[in-house]
């Protein structure tokens, strides 16, 4: 399995983020483009990768912190969206009906773009600012964006109505999070304020893809999303299927929560192996 974390606004890897504008975008001013390209290539021991060289020294490990038992919460499987035109509405889509509606494995050698974005959830007028980020999206990777992945940090439940109702998504895109995740407030059980998005291409098919709470003061967790690779010619009919693992987070912020972000870092990792 080969994996891929975004995170904004700290980078935890080699996707770049931008952050929307409490405005809508000038004309006159464009955002930094945001993606990743990475290969995939099939030999004989299995997948093979590149990623850029690291420069940072390795991150040295401490105790991990405790929290109070109410914030751990357990891991849970979300169900994918795809837009219907039939119905003219997001319909779950499920695993069988991935297979049965004719998608494809991400080919080996093939480019998978990936757009990391933190859409800022407290800057006035979230609705008209993602509306404004898609447009960017459309204007920059196409109509027909191909095979682009997009995660979102700091995503509110506004903002995905806005996106869940934007053409250009519902004919490009599964949407994977599209529901708060619950937190604990005060030890209520609520839905969290802002929270993690995964957009993937429609052509591609979905193993699987669930949310794992993390030890945070903030409700912080991580989104993973499983996209099936093509079988190798030395393992065609194998029952064991490669995936490529997509992960986009929001580790916890600020100064204070530096030992925390260690801790999410390293549980994120063992997920990613």
């Keep these: 399995m080969l994996g891929i974390i975004a995170q904004s606004p700290l980078s935890v890897s080699f996707c770049l983020q931008s952050r929307v504008p409490s405005k809508p975008i000038p004309s006159t001013r464009c955002l930094q483009r945001s993606l990743a390209r990475f290969t995939t290539q099939a030999s004989d021991s299995g997948l093979r990768y590149r990623f850029p060289r690291k420069t940072e020294p390795p991150v040295k490990l401490g105790s991990p912190p405790t929290l109070s038992p109410h914030r751990q919460l357990t891991q849970r499987s979300i169900s994918p969206q795809i837009y219907r035109e039939q119905y003219s509405a997001w319909r779950e889509l499920s695993s069988v009906q991935s297979h049965k509606d004719g998608r494809r494995g991400l080919q080996r050698n093939s480019l998978l773009r990936v757009v990391s974005w933190n859409i800022d959830f407290a800057s006035p007028g979230p609705t008209e600012r993602v509306a404004t980020a898609m447009e960017y999206l459309q204007t920059t990777f196409g109509d027909d964006p191909g095979q682009l992945a997009i995660v979102l940090q700091e995503v509110c439940q506004r903002s995905v109505q806005q996106i869940l109702q934007t053409r250009w998504v519902q004919q490009n895109f599964i949407i994977a999070g599209h529901e708060p995740p619950r937190t604990f407030q005060a030890g209520i059980p609520r839905p969290a304020r802002y929270f993690t998005l995964v957009m993937t291409p429609k052509s591609l098919r979905l193993e699987s893809s669930f949310r794992m709470p993390l030890p945070s003061e903030m409700g912080r967790d991580a989104l993973f999303v499983d996209v099936q690779l093509c079988p190798t010619n030395q393992r065609p009919n194998s029952e064991m299927k490669d995936v490529l693992r997509l ?27």
């Design 247 to 273: 992960c986009t987070t929001h580790l916890e912020s600020l100064e204070e929560g530096t030992s925390l972000r260690t801790r999410q870092l390293e549980l994120i990792s063992q997920k990613l192996n």
